[in-house]
C-alpha cells in the first residue's frame, strides 16, 4: 500500500532516454511514488498506444502528470479531447508540460 504522504506521478514523454534518466530520478525518491509511464514516440502515428497510456493514466489516478511538450503539440494538434477526458477524470491531478530546459538539466538530449 502507498505511503500518504506520498506523490503519485505518471509520465507520458516521447523521448526514451529522458524518460528512462526520470525513472531513475524519481524512483530515488522517498515521498515519489511513480504509478505509471509511457514511451509514446508519435501521438498521431501511435493512437493505439496513446489510447491506452491516456485510459492508464485515467485509471492510476496520479496526483500529477508529468507530460511531455511534443506530445501535447501532436494531442492538441490531432485531438486534444483525449488529455481533457485525464483531467475531467482526474479533477485533483496537476499536469506540469515537460520543456526541453528541464530535459537538458537532467541530461537528455531531446532533439526529436
Known amino acids: 500500500m502507498p505511503d500518504e504522504q506520498s506523490i503519485s506521478i505518471a509520465i507520458i514523454d516521447h ?5 528512462e534518466n526520470s525513472l531513475a530520478l524519481l524512483r530515488k525518491e522517498s515521498d515519489i511514488r511513480v504509478c ?6 508519435s ?4 493512437s493505439s498506444i496513446a489510447d491506452a497510456a491516456t485510459e492508464d493514466v485515467s485509471h492510476s ?3 500529477v502528470l508529468l507530460l511531455s ?4 503539440r501532436e494531442a492538441a494538434a490531432k485531438d486534444l479531447k483525449s488529455i481533457l477526458k485525464i483531467r475531467d477524470k482526474n479533477s485533483n491531478m496537476h499536469i506540469v ?15 526529436p
Open 97 to 111: 508540460i515537460i520543456v526541453d530546459q528541464l530535459c537538458r538539466r537532467i541530461g537528455a538530449d531531446r532533439n
Open 36 to 41: 505509471t509511464s509511457h514511451l509514446l514516440i
Open 15 to 19: 523521448d526514451k532516454e529522458f524518460l
Open 43 to 46: 501521438f498521431v502515428k501511435e
Open 69 to 72: 511538450q511534443m506530445v501535447i
Open 61 to 63: 489516478q496520479p496526483r
